[in-house]
Nanobody, 126 residues
């Protein structure tokens, strides 16, 4: 059974940094594309970043490009989101997501991910 557990969220001042981690259990982590999404109350879940199975291909929302970096460590079955130069508008509940085993390409749509973590809150004070 696939489970995802996020950590690393918290309260940070604008301009600061946070590193989110998402530990995955379950088989064949290395064959799955992975993604990070975020959501604020009253709005739809929003794509943030995604990475393919090998880590060679990464994708970012325009709003975070140049500030956030997604990476993966298949030996640890963990995906990371390094967030720098944080802004107040980055405040949200951040979710990691995993594609089904064998779906190694990244997806920019929430519909491409059947497995989700419980979310970790990121709050940026201005």
């Amino acid at each position: 059974q696939v489970q995802l557990v996020e950590s690393g969220g918290g309260l940070v001042q604008a301009g600061g940094s946070l590193r989110l981690s998402c530990a995955a259990s379950g088989p064949t982590f290395s064959t799955s594309g992975l993604g990070w999404f975020r959501q604020v109350p009253g709005k739809e879940r929003e794509f943030v970043a995604a990475i393919n199975w090998s880590g060679e291909l990464t994708y970012y929302a325009d709003s975070v490009k140049g500030r956030f970096t997604i990476s993966r460590d298949s030996a640890k079955s963990t995906v990371y989101l390094q967030m720098n130069s944080l802004k107040a508008e980055d405040t949200a509940l951040y979710y990691c997501a995993r594609r089904s085993p064998g779906y190694g390409e990244a997806s920019l749509s929430p519909g491409g991910y059947p497995y989700w973590g419980q979310g970790t809150q990121v709050t940026v004070s201005s």
